[in-house]
């Protein structure tokens, strides 16, 4: 029969953490993680994956501008007349004001371009906003257009 041993002759005792407290901490770390994560997730994402203005199909770019203060904007061209290009924002969700024309008349009696309409949306996603204006004009040359208009757009973080 082996003597009894002392603690001094085994070591020093040790003091163990409970499962379940391990089990705790783990699970409230990850939901920590989990709510910062949500709070960053959408910012980071717009900054990585901006979104954009829909732009109707075979716009050609004349022009971008993005200034360090105020709404970066586009200067597009197309071959579609300025109402089609107007009725595709308000497809988008826009909203349209149409420029009047005279009463009686189906087209413009001036020469040159004039204004067909002003059209305004916004979208969200993941946090982020974006609103944007589309300032529509026609009466170009064929060779410029015939119809010519102008995207602000407009980011917020929400």
Not at 8 to 14: C, F, L, V
Not at 92 to 98: D, Q, R
Not at 126 to 131: D, H, K, P, V
Request: with cysteine; hydrophobic share 35%.
């Amino acid at each position: 029969m082996e003597p009894p041993t002392t603690a001094s002759e085994t070591g020093p005792s040790r003091r163990r953490v409970p499962m379940w407290l391990i089990i705790v901490s783990m699970v409230v770390g990850l939901l920590l993680s989990a709510l910062i994560l949500s709070r960053v997730a959408g910012p980071l994402y717009g900054l990585l994956f901006p979104l954009d203005v829909p732009v109707p199909d075979g716009a050609q770019e004349i022009e971008h501008v993005k200034p360090d203060k105020g709404a970066e904007y586009w200067i597009y061209r197309t071959t579609e007349s300025g109402e089609a290009v107007a009725v595709f924002y308000e497809q988008e969700g826009g909203t349209c004001y149409f420029t009047p024309k005279p009463v009686g008349e189906t087209e413009f009696p001036v020469e040159g371009p004039y204004s067909v309409a002003q059209c305004s949306g916004t979208e969200e996603f993941a946090g982020l906003g974006l609103s944007w204006e589309v300032f529509i004009h026609t009466g170009y040359p064929e060779a410029e257009g015939p119809t010519i208009f102008r995207i602000y757009k407009y980011s917020e973080v929400n």
